[in-house]
């Protein structure tokens, strides 16, 4: 088979110009049977029907099968199911190979080579309609999607469910979250046998008893329902959409596509970190020059809320008041911080927003809120302020005053907005088919069509996206660059004030799941452990440093009130210096839901930085440090759990010391129980030979 590796020109990938290779792919066709595999032959996929025309498929990982037969296809409200009485043909395999650029990322360059494998299943009687699954096969992983052309006889696509299947091969360990909970995404994991899983969310992860790594989810979810998984039985999972505003998850005209159903598939957990697969299944950059965006990190009039020292809704302990947003200001400009987020500015927190959200303005800001002073004076300190929309998950409501509130935004030189849907799944608010508002589910079509809408709205008036209580990650930000970041899972708050609040697996648990679908805004950085929540801040403060590296988010939060920091410049020093965007990731160590070690290269520089964390359990790992540049010495600044710390107690024991080590070197990481160790390095010389 002929390969081309095909690498851009910076200049050529900043202007979303795409090299690449398209050649045909042999591929083995019987009249029932399709087969095609990736570009080094690692995976190959298998397309066939069964003897009543059902389309299936499954998937070979080097000869050794991960899904075994699956069914593919659709119910429809309106019309008889897609799924049986198909006959099958194939087009030859197409090879395709770009290295395209990030505008800020894991990694600046990203390589998409796969092989593209198209089959088409049509009807052979009765309406004659016909469908494509077109697989995109690559070494870590694959994805397909539905592609529906223009036909007379379907017109329109009302879907009450998929009948797409992922029957896993193995069983083994799954890492899960439930679904169709009131909280939304907002729930700790459960590890249980594959066979045990209940209704989960994506991405779903397990590891066989042969050790191969799965995880299972979705990508360039556009104007379609979002997607979770129902275990049928034993190791079978089906896909499960999320209900629509009439009995059809989704209502689309043909022709259309739906979102890709991927599978990434490793030997390691460090395999799945590190791969590309959800980005490279998005298109290309559809904005151009998203440069007035800066990657930063900010402080905010936040945490003092969760808290309960300050309050969202006016009064006397209003936070978002001008002399406090100001002191944060100052604050962001004396430590080299980019930002200031200000939740709580504008009209309608007095009253019950929960869930509701209709007296929200998002252009009118509480009396003792300048917010024209306010931005002039960030400004004038060469910081940014950060809006902050929150809906009540009353989407209905803010499309209403979204123009203006962007360009409110605009004019202020506000480049990025932190939207927010406080509501029980379920009970988001958007326009029926008549206009009138009507409930939807979070994850529904009609509240991806509003995402959507945000982000459009947001690029033309520069604004960029970060949504909390979100539609889930599909690596949009691709071909959307103002999707900066998100929530999508139980964030930091919840140690300030759950019941329970975050275990110390929770954050490893992030790696291996969530964070596999995209940036997470996860506001790290808390130094005062004593919370509201029974349990504090279960982690050290080593581990609260790692996390700049271990989550990644081209914006990071510097959490914590600022006093903290005040009093705790050491460990301090380090949120203050660690990048936020990144020329290159290494995973060093990974385990499951258990411990993992990053490193990862600045942008535009050659500093490293590392992070390590543990869940409960103290570990001493290994790092190689080859990841360095051979024959040079860096000035290693080391953040390490004290030989007493501990989630449960000594959680503020840190040392901080420095050492002189060189590509040659291994570092021995000793991690206290829910800790972590955070390094920089920092280049200083030439090594002596």
């Keep these: 088979m002929m390969q081309r590796r095909s690498f851009l020109s910076l200049t050529a990938a900043a202007a979303g110009v795409s090299a690449l290779s398209a050649l045909p792919v042999r591929a083995q066709t019987t009249p029932n049977v399709a087969r095609a595999s990736s570009p080094g032959g690692t995976l190959t996929v298998e397309a066939t029907t069964d003897n009543d025309g059902r389309p299936m498929y499954a998937v070979r990982r080097q000869g050794r099968m991960v899904v075994e037969a699956s069914k593919l296809g659709f119910l429809l409200t309106d019309a008889p199911a897609l799924e049986r009485?198909?006959?099958?043909?194939?087009a030859q395999p197409v090879a395709f190979d770009e290295t395209w650029e990030q505008p800020w990322g894991e990694r600046r360059l990203v390589r998409n080579h796969y092989n593209e494998f198209?089959?088409?299943?049509?009807?052979?009687?009765?309406?004659?309609?016909?469908?494509d699954v077109v697989f995109r096969l690559y070494d870590d992983g694959l994805g397909f999607r539905y592609e529906f052309p223009e036909q007379t006889g379907l017109t329109t696509a009302r879907i009450s469910s998929e009948l797409t299947e992922f029957n896993l091969a193995e069983n083994g360990e799954a890492l899960w979250c439930p679904a169709w909970e009131w909280n939304r995404e907002e729930y700790l994991y459960n590890r249980t046998a594959i066979d045990e899983v209940g209704s989960a969310q994506t991405p779903m992860t397990v590891k066989g008893r042969s050790g191969l790594h799965v995880s299972i989810h979705e990508a360039a979810c556009i104007d379609y329902a979002g997607m979770n998984l129902r275990r049928s039985e034993g190791t079978r999972f089906r896909a499960q959409l999320t209900p629509g505003l009439t009995n059809a998850a989704v209502v689309r005209a043909l022709p259309f596509n739906t979102p890709w159903r991927t599978l990434q598939v490793s030997d390691s957990g460090a395999g799945?970190?590190?791969?590309?697969?959800?980005?490279?299944?998005?298109?290309?950059?559809?904005?151009?020059?998203?440069?007035?965006?800066?990657?930063?990190?900010?402080?905010?009039?936040w945490w003092e809320m969760h808290l309960e020292l300050k309050s969202w809704n006016s009064g006397p302990k209003h936070g978002a008041t001008t002399e406090n947003t100001i002191k944060h200001i100052d604050f962001a400009a004396k430590h080299g911080l980019g930002g200031v987020l200000v939740e709580g500015w504008n009209k309608g927190w007095d009253g019950q927003w929960f869930a509701n959200g209709s007296d929200f303005s998002f252009t009118e800001a509480y009396p003792d809120f300048d917010i024209e002073a306010v931005c002039a004076h960030a400004r004038s300190k060469g910081v940014q302020l950060i809006g902050h929309h929150e809906t009540g998950g009353n989407a209905f409501h803010y499309e209403q005053q979204l123009e203006p509130a962007m360009a409110l935004y605009e004019r202020l030189g506000v480049h990025s907005v932190k939207t927010g849907y406080v509501a029980d799944a379920g009970g988001a608010r958007v326009a029926g088919p008549d206009g009138q508002m009507v409930m939807a589910w979070h994850e529904s079509q009609a509240m991806a069509q509003h995402h959507m809408?945000?982000?459009?709205?947001g690029a033309r008036h520069k604004v960029a996206v970060n949504?909390?209580?979100?539609?889930?990650?599909?690596?949009?930000?691709?071909?959307?660059?103002?999707?900066?970041s998100r929530e999508g899972q139980r964030g930091m708050e919840y140690s300030a004030w759950g019941n329970p609040g975050n275990p110390p697996e929770h954050e490893g648990n992030l790696v291996f799941t969530r964070l596999l679908a995209g940036p997470m805004d996860y506001t790290p950085g808390i130094l005062g452990m004593e919370t509201r929540s029974p349990g504090g801040v279960q982690t050290t403060?080593?581990?609260?440093?790692?996390?700049?590296?271990?989550?990644?988010?081209?914006?990071?939060?510097?959490?914590?009130?600022?006093?903290?920091?005040?009093?705790?410049?050491?460990?301090?020093?380090?949120?203050?210096?660690?990048?936020?965007?990144?020329?290159?990731?290494?995973?060093?160590?990974?385990?499951?839901?258990?411990?993992?070690?990053?490193?990862r290269k600045a942008r535009g520089g050659d500093v490293w930085a590392l992070g390590a964390i543990t869940d409960?359990?103290?570990?001493?790992?290994?790092?190689?440090?080859?990841?360095?540049?051979?024959?040079?010495?860096?000035?290693?600044?080391?953040?390490?759990?004290?030989?007493?710390?501990?989630?449960?107690?000594?959680?503020?024991?840190?040392?901080?010391?420095?050492?002189?080590v060189t590509s040659a070197d291994t570092l021995t990481l000793a991690l206290g129980p829910g800790g972590g160790q955070a390094i920089r390095f920092v280049p200083t010389g030439r090594s002596r030979r």
């Excluded at 809408?453 to 709205?457: C, D, G, L, S, T």
């Excluded at 949504?467 to 900066?484: C, M, S, V």
């Excluded at 990048?579 to 411990?595: K, M, S």
């Design 272 to 301: 799945l970190i590190e791969s590309s697969l959800i980005l490279n299944l998005n298109e290309p950059n559809k904005l151009g020059d998203v440069s007035w965006f800066k990657p930063m990190k900010y402080v905010g009039v």
């Design 118 to 131: 198209r089959v088409t299943y049509a009807e052979t009687g009765g309406l004659m309609r016909r469908f």
């Design 453 to 457: 809408k945000v982000v459009e709205v």
């Design 85 to 90: 009485g198909l006959r099958l043909t194939a």
């Design 616 to 660: 409960e359990n103290p570990r001493v790992l290994s790092a190689p440090l080859s990841f360095l540049d051979a024959g040079r010495t860096y000035r290693a600044e080391i953040y390490r759990d004290g030989p007493d710390a501990d989630y449960r107690g000594k959680r503020e024991s840190i040392v901080i010391e420095q050492k002189t």
């Design 541 to 599: 403060w080593a581990k609260q440093l790692a996390l700049y590296v271990v989550i990644y988010s081209p914006i990071q939060m510097a959490a914590d009130l600022l006093v903290n920091y005040e009093a705790n410049p050491e460990p301090f020093q380090f949120i203050k210096d660690v990048p936020v965007d990144w020329e290159e990731t290494r995973v060093l160590a990974a385990e499951l839901g258990d411990h993992v070690v990053i490193a």
């Design 467 to 484: 949504a909390h209580e979100p539609f889930k990650d599909t690596g949009l930000r691709r071909t959307y660059p103002n999707i900066i």
